[in-house]
């Protein structure tokens, strides 16, 4: 799941202060479930920004509403009799979330209220651990299970390099070796092999806007 965490107040309101009418917008999809982005956080955000903003004598008019998902444009109609009465929209979605909300309204300034941090897991409440960075050339079925380009300190694809110290990375004692990891979990599944199958060098396709259709919808948008 997307991973964020809310940008500081300051910055959020000094992106907005030229404007009277603000619609700060939740989502009740992943910034939701990682408690960055959802009602209570809309709230929140909207509380801190009426105190700054009396702070500087300054009279806003903060709405709020939450979509259940911000990714998805059956969502947002029901934002469109709403945001006519607004000047602006911050946006506590990811950054997925903001690019189709300011697709949806033009005409509308559209300002990110998180930044987007990764794609992770849920360790503890409000603790999550980033797994995957959506590189577009997932080599799992290869490493056990444990990503190298997520983490590899050095990323490294095909490994390991020659740079691990007692299990730890060369680059920090803080950082275990992935790759050692990865050899460590092969050969308890007897899979050894699997880490001599070299990958081919990433392609970068993640540096183009890419579009994802599941398989079963393919005949519906390629034709």
């Known amino acids: 799941m997307v991973k964020s965490k809310r940008k500081p107040v300051e910055e959020i ?7 009277s009418r603000i619609l ?4 009740g999809g992943c910034a939701s479930v990682c408690l960055a982005g959802g009602q209570r956080e809309v ?8 105190v700054a903003f009396r702070a500087d004598k300054q009279s806003k008019k903060l709405g709020s509403y939450t979509v259940e998902r911000q990714c998805n444009m059956q969502f947002l109609i029901e934002l469109d009799g709403k945001v006519k009465d607004y000047d602006c929209i911050v946006s506590m979605a990811c950054g997925a979330g903001v690019q189709l909300m300011a697709e949806r309204f033009p005409t509308v300034p559209v300002f990110p209220a998180v930044n987007t941090v990764s794609i992770g897991v849920d360790r503890e409440i409000g603790m999550y651990e980033e797994k995957c960075r959506a590189c577009g050339e997932c080599v799992l079925a290869y490493t056990g299970g444990i990503c190298p380009v997520t983490r590899c300190a050095k990323g490294v694809f095909n490994g390991p390099c020659g740079g691990t110290n007692r299990g730890k990375c060369e680059i920090s004692q803080d950082i275990p070796c992935a790759w050692l990891d990865i050899y460590e979990r092969l050969k308890s599944q007897n899979r050894l092999n699997d880490i001599m199958k070299l990958q081919e060098p990433m392609q970068w396709k993640n540096q183009v806007q890419r579009t994802t259709v599941q398989e079963p919808y393919e005949k519906r948008y390629y034709r």
Do not use: Q
Not at 13 to 19: A, R, V, W
Not at 24 to 27: L, Y
């Open 24 to 27: 700060t917008v939740g989502c």
């Open 13 to 19: 309101k000094n992106s907005i202060t030229d404007y």
């Open 43 to 50: 709230n929140e955000l909207n509380a801190e920004l009426n």
